[in-house]
């Protein structure tokens, strides 16, 4: 019902900023939850950051303070500014979304739609 591509990833090396987005098309009217996860070489995919049709976040621990979550609803695209970026930071990231009002937990089962990623690397 709805589809997801992101863009904005590539190399930057640590303390640098990229932002990543996540354009939405088709069933767009309905209120989403939208998110951004990320998985790492050899690791499950984790949670980023979510925002609700409310404008409520959340942020996974690891990136408080560093990362803002935002959306253009104009455009219907999703944003990742993701600033003082650290080596850890390096995997694919991934958008999602989730029908509804809720702002969810970060869980990868509560997000049916889903994007092909794209590749951030942090060089140390």
């Known amino acids: 019902q709805v589809q997801l591509v992101e863009s904005g990833g590539g190399s930057v090396q640590a303390g640098g900023s990229l932002r990543l987005s996540c354009a939405a098309s088709?069933?767009?009217?309905?209120?989403?939850?939208m998110a951004w996860f990320r998985r790492a070489p050899g690791k499950e995919r984790e949670g980023v950051a979510s925002?609700?049709?409310?404008?409520?976040?959340r942020y996974a621990d690891s990136v408080k303070g560093r990362f803002t979550i935002s959306r253009d609803n104009a455009k219907n695209t999703l944003y990742l500014q993701m600033n003082s970026l650290k080596p850890e930071d390096t995997a694919m990231y991934y958008c999602?979304?989730?029908?509804?009002?809720?702002?969810?937990?970060?869980?990868?089962?509560?997000?049916?739609?889903w994007g092909q990623g794209t590749q951030v690397t942090v060089s140390a």
């Open positions: 088709g069933d767009t009217s309905n209120p989403y939850c």
């Open positions: 999602a979304a989730a029908r509804g009002w809720a702002l969810l937990q970060l869980r990868v089962s509560n997000f049916g739609y």
């Open positions: 925002f609700d049709s409310n404008g409520n976040t």
